[in-house]
């Protein structure tokens, strides 16, 4: 039987929709029965496992599992033995330190000999130690954030990304302990055959993640102006530049960063820039 590299990934919740999601990307189909707890992919040497995400770092430390789509909270707050391989850029969140909107807050001095209600004591535990905090700790295993209201605690340490739970229960965000995304994480000790499927995953979602913070942007602009606009464009090498069938104008082609394009759009437009597209990018190999 020939070597497949075995993948966890979180059995049902909020990872799940877009760790398939990146897999597909990459190509790799999985025939994906509901309630199955493993499956297999049709055209590449991966199986998959559906776990829950609080158990997923050890299954990998263990090496159950290979590799696993994870939280990096849930990485850090297990302090198990797992490689972080690559950030996601799905699944934003942080942890973070919340108490009753009303009270004031001055400083890390408010935790002291405080009563916090977390799922992350760990992580909890290691922020408080940092800064010389003796706090009580309360595990809860979820819906930390009504803990202050009926009395069980004077704050929390929770996960949060829009910030609107924390809202509606009357608390507000006073310090970041950890920012997480969803990552690829390793075994330490995988095998030849398995690093080498691992290396063509790997070598996939670079391709699609490097496809998604960037464009490729068209535009027109009069051919006396291919210099200056090339100069502004921060693109992979050097732009494409085809001649328009309208006498002294041309067109550029290049592919840029997201976020550089809304700051340079001003400048190209005030060399003569006009009609100027951007397409998504399906992959890119650098
Ligand atoms: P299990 O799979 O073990 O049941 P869970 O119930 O904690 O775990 P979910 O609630 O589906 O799982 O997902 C939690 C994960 O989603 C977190 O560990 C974190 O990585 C990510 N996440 C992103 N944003 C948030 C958020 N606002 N609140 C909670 N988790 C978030
Ligand atoms: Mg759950």
Not at 9 to 22: A, H, N, P, V
Not at 37 to 56: C, G, H, T, W
Not at 248 to 272: C, R
Request: proline share 3%; with cysteine; hydrophobic share 40%.
């Amino acid at each position: 039987m020939s070597t497949r590299l075995k993948i966890a990934i979180q059995k049902s919740g909020r990872l799940q929709e877009d760790s398939l999601r990146i897999l597909k990307e990459c190509g790799i189909y999985i025939d994906n029965g509901k309630d199955q707890l493993k499956a297999r992919a049709q055209n590449f040497p991966l199986e998959v496992l559906y776990l829950r995400n609080s158990d997923i770092p050890e299954y990998v430390q263990d090496g159950i599992a290979d590799i696993a789509i994870v939280g990096e909270n849930v990485v850090v707050e297990k302090q198990k033995k797992v490689q972080i391989l690559q950030k996601l850029g799905f699944s934003k969140c942080r942890l973070a330190m919340a108490i009753p909107k009303d009270d004031e807050y001055n400083g890390l001095e408010y935790f002291q000999g405080k009563k916090l209600a977390t799922s992350y004591p760990n992580s909890l535990k290691a922020f408080l130690d940092e800064n010389n905090l003796n706090s009580e700790i309360h595990v809860i295993s979820g819906s930390v954030e009504i803990a202050p209201n009926i009395g069980l605690s004077d704050g929390i340490c929770d996960l949060v990304s829009s910030g609107s739970t924390l809202f509606k229960n009357g608390l507000k965000e006073v310090v970041e302990i950890l920012s997480s995304q969803a990552c690829l994480v390793c075994n330490e000790n995988i095998s030849e055959e398995k690093q080498a499927i691992l290396n063509d995953l790997l070598f996939r979602m670079r391709a699609v993640l490097a496809a998604k913070n960037n464009k490729y942007v068209l535009l027109n602009a009069p051919t006396d102006k291919i210099e200056a606009i090339s100069n502004i464009l921060p693109g992979m090498k050097s732009p494409t530049v085809m001649p328009l069938l309208k006498e002294g104008w041309s067109s550029i082609h290049t592919v840029i960063n997201e976020n550089d394009f809304w700051t340079v759009i001003d400048q190209l437009k005030a060399n003569g820039a006009e009609g100027i597209l951007t397409i998504p990018i399906g992959k890119m190999i650098l």
